[in-house]
């Protein structure tokens, strides 16, 4: 049904009749239509709508406003309605259009007050983590009672996904690492002549910090947000829900393996890191200053005290730790929606390598000033 506007100015005294139909659809053509009032004079105004077959929402919004236009301008406007559920559109635009007027818009913030609410959101979070880990200890004393809680097939599963597949990316970043620091130590080293103390800075160093802390980091982005897509997406899909309702502790089965497991191989990740790194440095020595691999394997010997490796190695169940227990929380922090998954999932990277840093740290303190 096609759209009907009849125009009739008599005396000051404007007809508007719509005929047909006055819908989302329709209501350009009338504003167009309309256009020929635009420099009219007129008194009063009578919209003529009893001869409308249709309106709808948008209709009665363009009505209404077309209506208001003429009242802020002491223009006398009459609206003529004669079917009932025109009447009732109207008037449900009408009181909608008034009461969401009410509404003030928001006030900025004061600076203080976003401080205060950031800083307060923090200490949720804050609280619901250590709630998290109380959760989790309480678990784990439950679970190590008996060997038969312990679920060796998950933590095996857990071993070859967390670990043996992790293998490759972790040898070549830090085969890479030991390359590039060797590479860029050997030019200030050749400057002095001190080109065998290189064995000495890649060791301790490689050994101490940088295998640790490599290794870790590549695990936070590989493992720890795998953990937290995998909870997510099972918690957006209501599993966790229906392990629950079977009687099934999702600590016990999802959560402990994971952690158990990580645990477990991060030493072995880091051994593996160990030698890959000084095996790259090793290269760069006999390419660049002239250092045989068994003149290098000798000074390495001599120089570096097992302390250093040990020192590596103590770290890894504690950023195992530190990866798997945020990993699984902020999975179990994902909300109903896909979004929530990206985003908690790049929060638990981001917090993950956030704590070892802090965590190797403490470490480093701590050792030096036990003189370790």
Known sequence: MQNKVLIDLQNERLLLTFEGELTLYTIPEVE?????????????????????ASLDTAGAIFLYDFQKKFQNKNIEVKLLLQEANHQETFLLVQKNIAHSRDFQPAKRKFFLENIGEVFYNYYKGFLSFLYFFGQLFASNMRYITSLKNIRFKEIAFEVNESAIRALGIISLTSFLIGLVVA???????????????????????????LAPLIT?????????????????????????????TMGFEPFAFLVLPRIIALVITMPILIFVADIMAIFGGMIVANIDLNITPSLFIDRFNEVIAAK????????????????????????????????????????????SIFAVIVCDAVFSIAFTNLGI
């Not at 167009?32 to 409308?52: A, H």
């Not at 590549?218 to 829900?241: N, P």
């Open 308 to 351: 250093h490796f040990y020192v590596g190695i103590v770290k890894g169940p504690f950023f195992a730790f530190l990866i798997a227990s945020i990993g699984i929380y902020r999975g179990l922090m994902v909300k109903d929606d896909t979004q929530s998954i990206g985003f908690n999932t790049t929060k638990s990277v981001v917090e």
């Open 216 to 244: 870790a980091i590549v695990i936070a982005g590989r493992s720890g947000s795998a953990y937290a897509a995998q909870i997510g997406a099972m918690k957006i899909t209501q599993e966790l829900d229906a392990m629950k």
């Open 183 to 209: 590479y860029q130590s050997a030019y200030q080293l050749k400057i002095y002549g001190a080109n065998i103390f290189i064995v000495d800075m890649l060791g301790i160093s490689i050994f101490r910090e």
């Open 32 to 52: 167009n239509r309309l256009q020929e009032i635009k420099n009219k004079i007129f008194n009063s105004v009578i919209l003529d709508c009893t001869g409308l």
